[in-house]
Each structure stands twice: as C-alpha cells, then as structure tokens.
C-alpha cells in the first residue's frame, strides 16, 4: 500500500509537470483521486471507458495513462463521459495522466524507449513546441545489410522490421530517401504531420500522419516511417508502471487496447 499523494508528488517532480507546457486538454497530473491509497497501479495509453473498466476489474485504484479524461476539452458530463467518472469514482479509482511530460523524458519517455529498441543513439532533439523540442534526433547502429563502403549503416528496410519488432505490428514505409540510413529524427503518436521538420535527415520515424505527409517525404527524398499512434506510446506508460513498481512496492500491469491506428 502506498499513498496517493507521495505517489502524485513523485510524479509530478521527476517529469517535471509544472515546468513542460502541453496541450490544454491534456490536463498532466492528478485528474481524479481516490480515498488517498493505492495498493495496485494499471498503466494504459487511454483513459477511455473500456480502459477504466478493465482498470476496475484488475483490481487497480490508480490508473496512469498518457491520453487523459479531458482530451478532447470542457463536455457536460452525461453519456460515456458520466459513464467513466462515475464508475472510477465508485471503484475508488484515481486517475492520473501525462501526455508531453513523458513523450520527452529521457529515460523514461516513449521517444527514448522506441529509439532504445530500434538501435537508435539519441544525439539531440528537435520538432519545437512551446519552447520546448519534443522530437529525438540519433543515429543508427550498423545494420546487417550494410556494405562497409557506405557511410549509412543501416538498410531502409531493415530498419522497417527493427520498428515493426518494437511495436509488435505492420509499419508503413515511404522508400523515398537513401536506401541506407544513418541520420533519424523520431517523434512518437501524431507527429507525422511535421515531416517538413525532418528535412535534410535520412528517415522520420513517428506514429501516424495525415495523407499529405507521403507526398511531401516523397518530395523532400525522406524515408518516412508510421508505425502507428497507439503502439509507438505504449512504451512510457509500461515503463512508468514498471518505475511506480520499484518505487513504492505495489503491484502493476499494462492493460492493452490497440486502436489499430
């Protein structure tokens, strides 16, 4: 058992809630608390109904997720939105969400994570947002395809399964830059609308964009790689579980529900 609020104060500090700005309907921190005690932490990336049911039945009273209650702004709170709060509220469920805050943090963050599992050297960031750079940029560890000659060490395609083995799943490729690559920018979940960023690197890794993104990589001679918004940002929120499980004793699990996108 440990308490709500140490756990909330640890947190808050080591991702620095306070200190990175984010969108306004993320809402980081605390959205919603219990009697003051967790015995058991769930991690998801979406504070969804479905999620916070599955929360109710493994037992959790704390429920962290990357995706918050209040994404999509102010609602009256009737339908699936009542629906959720008041079944968290009579499990005795919290509710605590980081969104920015953990995309970025250097150990533990879905960017440091996936590149981690890519073979990827995080050498700086890019892709600003409100003063602060939201994106990695790294190399890439020498790939087994790689001709000694070249100085890109790593195979497009081989660098298409490294992600496809991360994320558990399919991961679309536009071939349009150097067939071997060494320079990457990677920015997990949506970030595929700012390919324009990614210019003058060999590959743009990120979770989903819109259409136009193909065209535009195409155009800039970018290999572009979309590996899918909800399993590029499952990393961060299993690590956190993971953290909260050394930290504090309690027991945790990843609760799973791909959206396919």
């Given amino acids: ?24 309907g993320a809402m980081n921190g605390l959205q919603l ?14 504070a969804s109904l479905p999620v916070i049911r599955k929360a109710i039945a493994a037992g959790a009273d704390l429920l962290v997720v990357h995706h918050g209650m209040f994404w999509q702004g102010a609602q009256p709170l009737t339908g699936a939105f009542y629906q959720k709060i008041r079944e968290a509220m009579q499990a005795n469920l919290a509710i605590y969400s980081v969104h920015l805050p953990l995309d970025v ?24 947002y409100k ?10 560890e020498r790939g087994l395809q790689s001709a000694p000659s070249t100085p890109a060490p790593l ?25 071997f690559i060494q320079t990457v920018g990677l920015c997990t979940g949506g970030a595929g609308s700012e390919v324009a960023a990614a210019r003058g690197l060999d590959a743009f890794i990120s979770g989903e964009g819109p259409h136009w993104s193909y065209p535009l990589a195409e155009e800039m ?33 990843f609760l799973d529900h791909p959206t396919g996108l």
């Fill in 1 to 24: 058992m440990a308490a709500l609020a140490e756990i909330v104060r640890f947190l808050d500090a080591e991702l620095r809630i306070a200190e990175i700005p984010d969108y306004s």
């Fill in 33 to 46: 608390q219990n009697d003051g005690t967790v015995t058991r932490v769930a991690s998801a990336v979406d």
């Fill in 105 to 128: 943090h250097p150990q533990w963050g879905n960017n440091a994570l996936l590149a981690k599992a890519i073979g990827m050297t995080v050498t700086g960031t890019f892709l600003p």
């Fill in 131 to 140: 003063g602060q750079n939201v994106g990695v940029t790294g190399e890439m």
């Fill in 155 to 179: 195979h497009r395609d081989e660098l298409r399964q490294r992600l496809e083995t991360a994320v558990g799943g399919p991961v679309l490729l536009c071939p349009a830059g150097p067939e």
């Fill in 221 to 253: 001679g970018l290999n572009l790689y979309l590996a899918g918004h909800y399993a590029t940002e499952t990393f961060g929120v299993r690590q956190l579980g993971e953290v909260l499980a050394a930290s504090f004793g309690i027991e945790t699990s």
